[in-house]
């Protein structure tokens, strides 16, 4: 047993926590109105190696663990939700479902171009009337002759504006349901493949978030990722995945929230003492703490199985769904230590709490993950 | 590097803890709990499998496992019966607290019989009808003689105050200021002048007692001192620290144990013609407490391998405690809701868990207490972290 960090995973998360003091905590807030991220910071964080964290040298990744990558998606975070959510759903879901489902061609075309930055992917499940559901997914693909057609509208696409690449899935067998789905690497400028509205959110507002529709798509037969009629079970494994990096990122924020909190409460003074020196302010902050602690664990526990090559899907599944809530009540607590000024844009709390309520929606709701979870009901609950 | 694997050490003293626990004190258990009293029989076959002395070098008698084998064993003991798991805890923590502060000749005088359950169980002495939470203001004190020390003043809650042979007692040896001038003393339960009182009525660990102390002129040699005069406190931090892991994990088991029984329960209790398990409602409340468990464990197990490897752990032991303790107090309530009236009733054991498991957000330390100890180290260590 070892509750330690290597140090080349110190090492990484320092390095990217001076980036943030240096180059985001700042400009973050402009993000936020902007409703974007600047190219030049997405161009940094590539030169850091954290747009193909886990993919291996080969391809041009950094081949980091998993659990160094969420050290990464933690530590970006505690700074900016968005900049966080941008990097994890790039590396966990476009990138990582074309080299977990590509072949050799299709990971040599792809990963080097979105590992360097060069280009952002995005990557299409949720449809309007297909959310939690996979199952009801409506966009199809049929085959014509060397040419899968592709017809339907994706929504809630990150990256699906700004992004060269798009994973998507289809059916390729409507009366298979989630069993006939199949996934597609999509290029920008396919005739037929645009970009529907943008999509206005409450938090998470300069992580691009987009309809993507498809009017006749022609798709060449080598763009089919994976084996046709498998991609649900693949999907299956990257939202197993992609959860480990919402966990992060839950922990980061809730984080981010709290230092905030604790370096306000020995400033600011209320009836002659700091707030720091009141128990109703030392309360809420030892239940963060306790609390980011205990969704860090299950965070990092799940990666490191992840690491190891065993099942991580019900840890996956606590770590999403403890880390979702645990986040969601230090933000809101931290607005409440910073009292009014926590309430305006001049401090970074109201965003954090918009950003958070994300982690409890975003890779699968607090319910599905209660889903998942209640499938162990008939099994063993917990390895304790 | 994170591992979450275990050695083959833990592994087999867990199984070990785990095999006794269900075949001799899960049966035991209800029948325990109603008629109270005190289980020595339970105590002494788990001093002969080695569990009174689970983080003890072998050449004290121990098993030596370490504290994350420890920490096992607790689980799983508390599992089938928390009374007598908060027995073999404290007797643990008064072994360990003599391995770290005693001298040579207190250390073979003593840890081997506790281990081999000479003296049945350990106790500690600290709480008084004054000084809950706040030890400094401590009234029992012991004054210097010519052959060692007299000890006079009364304690309280002292969990196998009835049975313990050993007791460590703190007192004052001077006055202050704050816990400056408390000292700790070994004094055997036979000590002349030493009075058990009456077991407390309890809610819940009926099978464990709990009871004053009177100490009236209690004569001890110079050989009861333990650690330094006057700076008794750090032995008493140091068994608080480590025994706050061992009441995580008592209250960890307790939850662990409850969500069990209501799994069964739901797959088997059938309601609108299927079994209650097939609805949300009841998979939600055993899904969330799985998830917070799964996190109380973690926050163990990472206090625990901070002790192990001699690494400042008060702040993740106090973390562990409060987490752990009010998240299977809400298992086992969660627990009840899920049998509904049976759940109410003496019939099935989950009105016992919920019982057993209240105590652990009181003592050890409250749940306030706990919360206090961590603001204040998440704020030093803010500040140091700030500074650099």
Same mark, same amino acid.
Request: aromatic share 6%; glycine share 14%.
């Given at each position: 047993m070892d509750f330690s960090l290597t140090d080349d995973e110190q090492l990484l998360r320092a390095n990217v926590r001076a980036f943030c003091r240096a180059e985001v905590a700042e400009q973050a807030k402009q993000w936020d109105e902007d409703e974007r991220l600047p190219e030049h910071?997405?161009?940094?964080?590539?030169?850091?190696?954290?747009?193909?964290?886990?993919?291996?040298?080969?391809?041009?990744?950094?081949?980091?663990?998993?659990?160094?990558?969420?050290?990464?998606?933690?530590?970006?975070?505690?700074?900016?939700?968005?900049?966080?959510? =941008?990097?994890?759903?790039?590396?966990? +879901?476009?990138?990582?479902?074309?080299?977990?489902?590509?072949?050799?061609?299709?990971?040599?075309?792809? +990963?080097?171009?979105?590992?360097? $930055?060069?280009?952002?992917?995005?990557?299409?499940? =949720?449809?309007? $009337?297909?959310?939690?559901?996979?199952?009801?997914?409506?966009?199809?693909?049929?085959?014509?002759?060397?040419?899968?057609?592709?017809?339907?509208?994706?929504?809630?696409?990150?990256?699906?504006?700004?992004?060269?690449?798009?994973?998507?899935?289809?059916?390729?067998?409507?009366?298979?349901?989630?069993?006939? +789905? =199949?996934?597609?690497?999509?290029?920008?400028?396919?005739?037929?493949?645009?970009?529907?509205?943008?999509?206005?959110?409450?938090?998470?507002?300069?992580?691009?978030?987009?309809?993507?529709?498809?009017?006749?798509?022609?798709?060449?037969?080598?763009?089919?990722?994976?084996?046709?009629?498998?991609?649900?079970?693949?999907?299956?494994?990257?939202?197993?995945?992609?959860?480990?990096?919402?966990?992060?990122?839950?922990?980061?924020?809730?984080?981010?929230?709290?230092?905030a909190s604790i370096a306000y409460a020995r400033e600011r003074k209320q009836f002659g003492q700091p707030l720091a020196a009141f128990q109703a302010i030392q309360w809420k902050i030892a239940n963060m703490a306790t609390e980011l602690d205990a969704a860090w664990l299950l965070t990092v526990c799940a990666a490191a199985l992840r690491d190891q090559s065993k099942p991580f899907t019900f840890e996956a599944a606590k770590a999403k769904l403890y880390s979702a809530q645990a986040a969601m009540r230090a933000c809101n607590e931290a607005v409440q230590i910073h009292g009014g000024y926590g309430y305006t844009r001049e401090f970074p709390l109201e965003r954090a709490l918009r950003d958070a309520k994300l982690c409890e929606i975003g890779e699968g709701t607090n319910e599905i993950q209660r889903l998942v979870l209640s499938r162990a009901i008939s099994q063993r609950f917990s390895r304790a | 590097m994170f591992d979450f694997s275990e050695t083959e050490t833990q592994a087999m003293i867990r199984d070990s803890a785990r095999s006794f626990a269900e075949q001799v004190l899960a049966p035991r258990a209800a029948e325990l709990d109603r008629t109270g009293g005190f289980p020595d029989k339970s105590l002494s076959q788990a001093a002969q499998l080695g569990l009174l002395g689970v983080n003890v070098p072998e050449r004290l008698g121990g098993v030596e496992a370490g504290v994350i084998a420890y920490s096992h064993v607790v689980i799983e003991l508390a599992k089938a019966c928390a009374s007598t798991t908060v027995a073999v805890c404290v007797s643990n923590m008064v072994a360990e607290v003599i391995c770290s502060f005693g001298t040579v000749e207190q250390q073979q005088e003593h840890v081997p019989k506790l281990c081999a359950g000479a003296y049945k169980v350990g106790g500690f002495a600290l709480s008084e009808p004054g000084a809950g939470s706040d030890p400094s203001s401590m009234r029992t004190r012991a004054r210097p003689t010519d052959h060692g020390w007299v000890i006079d003043g009364s304690k309280l809650w002292i969990t196998s105050g009835s049975d313990a042979g050993l007791f460590v007692v703190w007192a004052r040896t001077s006055d202050g200021p704050g816990t400056h001038g408390i000292t700790a003393f070994l004094v055997r339960g036979d000590a002349p002048g030493l009075r058990r009182g009456k077991p407390e009525h309890k809610m819940g660990l009926c099978g464990s007692t709990t009871t004053p102390l009177e100490l009236s002129d209690v004569e001890v040699g110079r050989d009861a001192l333990l650690g330094q005069v006057d700076k008794g406190f750090r032995v008493a931090m140091m068994a608080l620290d480590g025994g706050r892991i061992g009441v995580a994990s008592q209250a960890l088991g307790v939850g662990l144990a409850a969500v069990e029984s209501a799994r069964r329960y739901a797959l088997d209790r059938r309601q609108f013609g299927a079994p209650i398990a097939n609805f949300q409602a009841i998979q939600w409340m055993l899904a969330d407490s799985a998830a917070e468990l799964e996190a109380a464990r973690l926050l163990i197990l990472r206090a625990a391998w901070l002790k192990e490897n001699s690494r400042a752990f008060t702040r993740e032991a106090s973390m562990a405690k409060l987490f752990a303790s009010e998240r299977a107090c809400r298992a086992c309530d969660r627990a009840i809701q899920i049998h509904g009236g049976y759940g109410y009733t003496r019939e099935f054991p989950v009105e016992r868990y919920f019982r057993d498991a209240r105590v652990a957000m009181i003592y050890e330390g409250t749940s306030e207490i706990q919360r206090m100890v961590i603001a204040r180290e998440v704020a030093r260590r803010f500040q140091r972290a700030g500074a650099s």
């Open positions: 910071i997405l161009r940094k964080v590539a030169d850091m190696g954290l747009m193909g964290m886990q993919v291996p040298e080969q391809y041009g990744g950094a081949g980091v663990s998993a659990v160094a990558s969420a050290c990464v998606i933690e530590e970006l975070a505690a700074t900016d939700g968005s900049l966080a959510l =941008t990097v994890a759903s790039h590396n966990a +879901l476009c990138t990582g479902h074309i080299f977990l489902a590509g072949n050799e061609q299709q990971r040599h075309k792809y +990963l080097p171009e979105l590992c360097s $930055g060069r280009a952002l992917g995005a990557w299409g499940l =949720t449809e309007p $009337g297909s959310g939690s559901d996979a199952a009801g997914a409506r966009t199809t693909a049929v085959r014509r002759g060397e040419r899968w057609i592709l017809n339907g509208s994706k929504t809630f696409i990150t990256q699906g504006s700004i992004g060269k690449y798009a994973v998507v899935i289809a059916s390729t067998d409507p009366s298979k349901k989630q069993h006939g +789905l =199949t996934a597609f690497v999509l290029e920008r400028g396919m005739p037929g493949f645009s970009v529907g509205k943008k999509i206005e959110k409450l938090g998470m507002r300069a992580s691009d978030t987009v309809e993507l529709v498809f009017e006749d798509v022609e798709v060449p037969l080598e763009n089919q990722l994976g084996e046709q009629n498998r991609g649900f079970v693949d999907t299956l494994q990257i939202l197993d995945r992609g959860r480990i990096g919402i966990a992060a990122l839950a922990c980061g924020l809730g984080r981010g929230a709290m230092d | -």
